[in-house]
């Protein structure tokens, strides 16, 4: 585009329901901020409910899912999620391996190592959680904020294990640890929370948090099932960074115990978590197998299930328009009066819609035919 003048779309997901006014208070937000040659932000609706511009208007069909179509970016099913249940069934375990997802994450946010490690750990987790929900369309988003340099780290899955993620800052790469690992806890900090919020298609989403414990994610996530959902799990999650930057293995796994697991086999479990490879490195070198190996050493277990993840966006041109058009009327024409063409790029990806004034005026049109 020659004469592009360049806006970013900040997908800001709301927690609890805003009201049309508040995206438009956003929106407004991002055009003054545009004007002094900065990103322009605007509220993208990705949830369920009235904090959908579509089904708050007067006279529409009420609730519904915006995740409805095709996709635009398919998945890489190299990545997938198998379960496995053990003694008995007092144990339940998922095993993910994601390289090509965090690898597409790394692409696409131009990742430092340790952003890297940040966003696809957190990735891996989201997917974890997103697949195991049973509703289907529903959504899954892991929010880490620490107060560290790197930023918010949030990651989204949908109800299949598929994933889109982004992160603050991701040129942040502090030095690594004394043992050689790279320091993910120093990039997201400690002080701040973990927060999942599950939307399954009602009013609201449920929202649970935990204070962080390391900023590492794996422990924080731990810490979170037990104190928010009260399942005692285990969890490890890790990236593996090739000298080249590009992501050489990623995935992790969780473990749950049932209500009723007997002591000795906690210890056991305990045992094969201490005692076990560095995860990536399983992965890379033998595999999900292995991994189901290491931990569930001395059990008897059964594999259940398998599907396919990866990375996916679900961006449109149409989700943009309906974004765009929360811009009041004045600011709009402002937009078309300056002639050019708007470039509007994703948060999760790296798709980018071009709007010329032309199309601007189109949409204002259509807009002030609405009301
Ligand atoms: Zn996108």
Known sequence: MASGRRCEIKYQRVERNPSVADATAIAHLAVREKRFGLTLVLAF????????PASSAPGSAGSQFPYTGEPIKKGIVMDKIIRATAADGFIK???????????????????SPTAAAALGRTLCAASLLGEAMKEENATLTIRVNGGGPIGSVVAVSDSEGYVRGTVGDPSVDPPRRRDGKLNVGAAVGQDGMLTVSRDIGLKEPYIGSTELRSGEIAEDLTAYLLESEQVP???ALGVLVDTDRSIKAAGGFIVQLMPGADEELIGKLEDNIFLMDQLTTILDEDGTD????????GFEYHLVGEAPVGY?????????EEALSCIEEKELQEMIDTGETVEVSCQFCDARYAFTHEDLRA?????????
């Open 290 to 297: 292995a991994v189901f190996a290491q931990v569930l050493k």
């Open 45 to 52: 609706f990705d949830r369920c409910g009235n904090s959908d």
């Open 233 to 235: 799990s285990a969890c």
């Open 363 to 371: 949409l204002l049109q259509k807009e002030s035919e609405k009301n």
């Open 93 to 111: 375990m998922a095993v993910i391996t994601a390289r090509d997802t965090v690898e597409r994450a790394r692409e696409i946010h131009n990742c």
């Open 312 to 320: 996916r966006c679900y961006c449109s041109r149409e989700r943009v």
